[in-house]
């Protein structure tokens, strides 16, 4: 019999959640410990250092489950402009180094 999982995320991952003024961030504990819960005020500092978080305790996997067909089909891609204005946009994001 199938169940509904409470959560997508897997049991280690980190959770994330704000009241508005703060950004909150739970690191789960390991060996039976409870989690560790921090905040930051919830601006473009705190936000970073949550998303510098995620980097120091990311997960090394791959998903390994299939994907849905949506996921499969990579989008058509639609250029616009002659081929002129094509190769000009190109020479412009070279420049820039956009492009490589």
Not at 13 to 33: H, M, Q, S, T
Not at 63 to 70: I, P, Q, R
Request: aromatic share 12%; glycine share 10%.
């Amino acid at each position: 019999m199938m169940t509904v999982a409470p959560s997508g995320a897997p049991p280690k991952a980190l959770k994330f959640w704000a009241d508005g003024n703060r950004v909150y961030y739970e690191i789960p504990g390991k060996d039976g410990r409870p989690p560790y819960i921090g905040w930051h005020y919830f601006d473009h500092t705190g936000v970073s250092k949550c998303l510098d978080l995620l980097g120091l305790h990311r997960i090394d996997y791959e998903y390994c489950g299939d994907l849905a067909k949506e996921y499969k089909k990579l989008p058509e891609v639609k250029l616009n402009g002659t081929a002129t204005q094509q190769a000009m946009q190109e020479k412009i994001l070279r420049d820039l180094g956009i492009l490589k």
